[in-house]
């Protein structure tokens, strides 16, 4: 196939229209189809947009993706190495048409977009998982997003942009790529190394980015993927602060920060590739990323194979091929007794070395015990400190799962109450029955239902968690998936005990507090949980109570010395 010389850092893709073409899209789209984009379509839209994707025109149509798939070409022969594509849900497939205009729009329903439709083809999503992962093992990230979260179709066409997505996060340090051109021209950086990483970053990777920029004489973009990290969460401003804290601590007037507005599509040296052309389209002539390091490891899938070696051996020309030179990433060491980093390469045998690996940095942020200023800067520390609560302080979620009958509720109300005497956090308690009054009045107890009334409680609690409450949970929750949904949910923001009330069906019951058991044994009510619909043992949860032997205050002291020895009360 022929190839073009490149065009990247030359003109940017002009997709945002005038402002009379705008006016009267937007009254045009009145009449049009919607498609509400989720954040990583935004992220690709976005950088459509603003020119980081540069020369696409849209998302790609059906012979550009398989162009893109099987060759890293565009059809005209151009390099391009991952396909940016928007995926559509079969239904919208059907009712959708070639040359029919569609609206992007935002979350909140903003118009942000009119694609004029060129293709609509369904998704193979094996084909697509092995050329561009080298598997189709879902325990691949990658692999796993495109099965679980791609829709089945996708839409392409060419695209005219209203206004670019709206950020009310970070807006000074989100420069497009004309804006950081037009910076760096001003400022008379002609040579610049961008740097991108996911990672909050310590004085090992500072040295390493200002003895690249050394090597090469040149200015460092600090120029970090910010795609799908949500503004709500806590994490992301922790990563945000900390760069901000770190850019004050390089020598003045040698570096720049700003955020790329970029999805990670967990695809290795492809997504690598892509890297350097979107940094080329942001004027930087020098690309050096820790990302790509990593994801190519594939810790998760197993080693790389055939192709996808093939395609890793030859990334450097095709960097050669974007116009932009990869510099090597060297991981730096510090030296005791000189007081200074060296790269690894460059220690000497007898010379000793300090590193904190990221378990023990994240042992040490958890347990607040106190990190070197070798390893650090105060200021970083003290941000990430700010995400890094001690267990005391760290919300929870405590969630009783077990059979009507079973003790949950009234287990649940002496935690509630113990731990209310203690004054630590603020408690609520989500019992079955009141969110059933509350949150759930309209739902019944089929599967569907159960499922919707479960993951609601699990949406409520994770918000408790995250504003640092305990949130005690006691529905049935029959279902295992749902259970480790909600568990899933819950971690990323605090602690989550799952505890399985075990108190046997017939000492339930015999209890039949409410009657129920009765009814249902006499088919008066259908589906009721052990009787004639399912209750799926939990596997591994964090206690297993069965209430038939102990007393109310019993049970609830098997709770409190579980979260006392594991440091989450005092
Ligand atoms: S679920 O499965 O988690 O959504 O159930 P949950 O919200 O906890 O509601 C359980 C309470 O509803 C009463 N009830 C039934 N339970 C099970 N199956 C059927 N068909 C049913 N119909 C009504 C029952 O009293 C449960 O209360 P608890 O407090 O668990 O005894």
């Known amino acids: 196939m022929k190839q073009l010389i490149s065009p990247y850092g030359g003109s940017l893709s ?14 045009d ?3 049009f189809q919607s498609i509400d984009l989720r954040p990583s379509q935004i992220c690709d839209l976005e950088l459509l947009l603003n020119g980081g994707f540069s020369p696409l025109a849209g998302f790609m149509n059906e012979d550009e993706y398989h162009s893109v798939l099987d060759q890293l070409r565009l059809k005209n022969g151009l390099l ?14 059907a009712s959708l048409s070639r040359d029919q205009k569609v609206a992007l729009r935002d979350q909140e329903g903003c118009l942000l977009a009119v694609m004029t439709i060129e293709d609509i083809w369904p998704v193979d999503k ?12 879902e325990s691949h990230r990658g692999v796993r997003s495109l099965f679980q979260k791609t829709q089945n179709y996708y839409a392409g066409g060419k695209v005219e942009g209203l206004q670019l997505p709206v950020h009310y996060d970070y807006k000074m ?35 390493m980015t200002l003895r690249a920029i050394k090597s090469v004489d040149a200015n460092l973009l600090l120029h970090p993927a910010v795609g799908l990290t949500k503004p709500a969460e806590k994490d992301y401003h922790t990563r945000i602060r900390c760069y901000i804290e770190i850019a004050k601590k390089y020598p003045p007037n040698i570096m720049m920060f700003s ?21 080329r389209n942001y ?3 020098y690309f050096m990323s820790l990302t790509g390091e990593r994801e190519t490891d594939r810790t998760d899938a197993g080693p790389l194979q055939g192709a996808a070696v093939v395609l890793r051996e030859s990334c450097a020309s095709y960097f050669d091929e974007i116009g932009i030179e990869k510099l090597p990433v060297k991981k730096m060491v510090f030296v005791e007794e000189k007081a200074q980093y060296l790269s690894v390469d460059a220690v000497g045998k007898d010379q000793k070395t300090r590193d904190i690996s990221p378990e023990e940095l994240n042992r040490r942020l958890t347990e607040g015990i106190q990190i070197p200023e070798w390893f650090s800067h105060v200021s970083v520390v003290e941000e990430l400190r700010k995400s890094y609560l001690s267990k005391d302080k760290q919300g929870i979620t405590i969630f009783f799962t077990g059979l009507s009958g079973a003790g949950k509720s009234t287990i649940a109300n002496v935690l509630l109450v113990k731990l209310l005497e203690m004054r630590g956090r603020p408690v609520t308690l989500l019992d079955g029955d009141i969110v059933r009054k509350h949150l759930s009045s309209e739902l019944g107890f089929s599967k569907a239902h159960r499922d919707i009334n479960v993951k609601r409680i699990g949406f409520v609690a994770s918000e408790i968690t995250k504003n640092g409450g305990i949130a005690i949970c006691a529905p049935i929750a029959p279902y295992k998936v749902t259970r480790d949904y909600n568990r899933a949910l819950i971690s990323r923001y605090g602690k989550y005990v799952e505890v399985h009330v075990s108190t046997p069906l017939a000492v339930c019951e015999q209890r039949d507090r409410k009657g129920l058991y009765a009814k249902a044994k006499a088919g008066l009510i259908k589906g009721f949980t052990g009787i004639d619909d399912p209750y799926e043992l939990p596997e591994s949860p964090e206690l297993t109570i069965d209430s038939s032997g102990l007393t109310p205050e019993e049970a609830t002291q098997e709770i409190l010395l579980y979260l006392e020895n594991n440091g989450y009360i005092k």
């Open 126 to 137: 094996k084909k697509a998982a092995e050329k561009l992962f080298g598997t189709t093992n």
């Open 283 to 285: 004027g930087c002539g």
């Open 29 to 31: 789209s009145m009449s």
């Open 173 to 207: 340090f989100r420069l497009t790529p004309a804006a950081l051109r037009s910076k760096f021209n001003q400022l008379g950086w002609r040579r610049i190394v961008a740097f991108q990483t996911n990672a909050p970053l310590h004085r090992a990777e500072q040295e």
């Open 259 to 279: 955020l790329l507005p970029f999805a990670s599509k967990n695809a290795g040296t492809r997504e690598e590739i892509l890297h350097g052309i979107m940094r």
């Open 80 to 93: 391009w190495p991952l396909p940016i594509t928007l995926d559509i849900s079969e239904e919208k497939a």
């Open 14 to 27: 002009a997709l945002l229209v005038s402002s009379e073409r705008s006016a009267a899209l937007k009254k």
